[in-house]
Each structure stands twice: as C-alpha cells, then as structure tokens.
C-alpha cells in the first residue's frame, strides 16, 4: 500500500529487480504453463558450459577415428617425404659425381706424373750407364741397374709423426720432378760432352791395322824387294795369314774402295782433322765408298793383289795431304 504510508528502501529496490527482470514462459504439451526468468537462464548456461569444457578435456579419439584421420593426410604426407627425399638423393648423387670425378682426375694427373718420372728415370739410368762405360768409372761403385742402399735407425714411436696429406704428396711429387728434369738436362750435356771427347778419340789413329800379324817393312827408305833398289816406302808392311782380318785404326768415312795401280785392291777411309788412313792389297773388300765404320771394325781380308810378293798388308797415314810415318799411331792405345 502507497497511499497514506510509506515504502521501505529495501522493497523498492527488490521491486526494481523484479521489474528489470526477464521471464520467459515455458507452454507444455499439455497447456500448463512455467516461468523461467533470466537468472535462471544464466545458471543453467553456466552449468552446460562446465560440462562441454570438462567433455573437451577428458574427450580421446578412438583407434578408428586416429586411422581414418591418417589415412586422410597421409598421401600428402607420404608425397612430400618422398619428393624431399629424392631431391637429397639427387644432390647427394650430383656431389658424389663430382668427388669421384675430382678424385678421378687427380688420380690420372698423378699417374701420367709418376710414368713420365719412371720414363726420365730410365732415361737417367742409361745416361748413367752410358757414362760409366766412357769414363771408366768403376761400375759397382755407380751400379745404375740397382737402388742405392739407404737405412738408418728405427725413430722413437713416441714421437708424433704428421700424417702426408693428398696436398703433401703431390707437392713433393712435382718437385721430386723438377729436380729429375734439371738432373737429366746435367746428365744429357755431360753424356754429350763425353760423346764429342770419345768422337774424337776414335777419330784418331791408335793401334795395329791387322788383327793377327807382323811388321815386315818399315816406313822409309829401304831396299825394294822386287828390283832390289834402295827405294822410298810410303808406309809399313804387315805379313800374316791370307785372308786373315783387316781392322780400320779409326772410326770415319769410306771415301774409295777399289782398284789402284800397284795398290790392288785398296781402301781409303778419312777419319777428319786432315787424317786419312789407306789399306792395300787386300783379297776382298768388306766396305764400300761412303759406308760409315767405326774403330777395330772389319773392313777386308789380307792379301797379294797388285805389286806385292806374298799376302801382306800395306798400310799408309795421311795427314793433310802428307804421308807421315804409321809408327807414332801403333803405339797408341786403341
């Protein structure tokens, strides 16, 4: 009642809510009616939530759900492991190529390396071999044919010794090179020079024309055995055994081989330098003109043929143009 008393501050507030308050009006099946106001609505709203977190947190997928889940992704997934793994496959291929060609080539260039080595090797060796023979060197002091003797004491294992890299190798690959390329270039010119001293030595007259024989005429004046008159002999005589060897004294150039008055059958060799040796009366010539011989080489057979009495070796020296007497070239070492 308003009129005539008066409200408390507690009733009109309760009034105040009950006015702002929301109803809402359930109508059953059966025509009856309930009233549900807005509290009540925000309770209930609370409550369902509760229960939808707590459903979502305990909620676990079935073994089924998990393989049909799976099996959904799992084309795509199996795809792009797959492409990802062959494009890895690929460049571990490509890398791998080309570390095998690398490896490949270094192996070639260290072969072709070690063949030109072994080549200037050899080479060295018949160039040391070569000097041996010329200089007279004591040949098992410089044996060529064999490795020199190395050795010394076993080293301390406790010392660390630096593993020889690839790098290491090939460094010392080229300069063992280098020191066999300026080592043949000493050899070669030293094995020239010792070849001109040896052209030149047997260029040179030393030692007996025949291989078996005797001295029967001097070089000079002398009593000629056929007219009995003192005459001049150009050169010595050399008695032996018919068709017994004739050697050439020098190495040279065959300039006649022939036929000549008095001489029969002749050869003439010129060995340079002015020097000229002649060989008559032989039984057959073994060279003709412009053949090559060397020193002791076999050029005829002894003889009778032309002014002779029986078979014998006339042998003459020139030197330029001159004969000269053969005796001061008999006693030299041939």
């Not at 229960?51 to 099996?71: E, F, G, H, K, Y």
């Not at 571990?92 to 690398?102: C, G, I, N, P």
């Not at 160039?127 to 050795?151: H, N, W, Y």
Request: a positive charge; proline letters at 3%.
């Amino acid at each position: 009642m308003r009129e005539g008393g008066s409200v408390s501050p507690g009733r009109l507030r309760k009034e105040e809510r009950e006015r702002s308050t929301v109803r809402i009006i359930l109508v059953s099946g059966r025509g009856t009616t309930r009233t549900i106001d807005s509290r009540q609505v925000l309770t209930i709203g609370g409550v369902c939530l509760a229960i939808l977190v707590t459903a979502a947190l305990t909620w676990q997928p079935s073994a089924d759900m998990v393989r049909r889940s799976v099996a959904a992704f799992a084309p795509q997934l199996d795809r792009t492991v797959v492409r990802r793994w062959e494009a890895a496959s690929a460049n571990d291929r490509a890398r791998f190529s080309e570390l095998r060609a690398q490896v490949q080539a270094e192996n070639d260039a260290a072969g072709k390396l070690l063949a030109q080595m072994e080549a200037r090797l050899l080479r060295m060796e018949a160039l040391g071999q070569r000097v041996v023979e010329v200089t007279a060197i004591d040949a098992d002091e410089f044996d060529f044919s064999t490795l020199p003797a190395t050795g010394g004491p076993d080293a301390d294992n406790t010392i660390a010794v630096d593993e020889l890299s690839s790098t290491d190798i090939r460094r010392q690959i080229n300069s063992l090179a280098e020191r066999l390329r300026t080592r043949e270039t000493e050899l070669t010119i030293l094995e020239s020079l010792l070849a001109d001293n040896e052209q030149k030595a047997e260029q040179q007259p030393a030692g007996w024309p025949v291989a078996k024989g005797w001295i029967s005429s001097p070089f000079g004046r002398r009593v000629d055995p056929i007219t009995g008159k003192r005459a001049w002999h150009a050169g010595m005589d050399f008695a032996g055994k018919d068709r017994s060897n004739i050697v050439s004294v020098a190495s040279g150039v065959v300039t006649y081989a022939g036929e000549r008055d008095g001489y029969g059958r002749v050869t003439e060799i010129t060995h340079g330098n002015g020097l000229l040796t002649r060989y008559a009366h032989q039984n057959q010539l073994l060279v003709a003109t412009g053949d090559i011989v060397r020193k002791g080489q076999v050029i005829g057979l002894m003889g009778r043929t032309g002014r002779a009495t029986g078979p014998h070796l006339h042998f003459e020296v020139e030197k330029d143009g001159k004969v000269v007497n053969p005796a001061q070239y008999l006693k030299r070492r041939s």
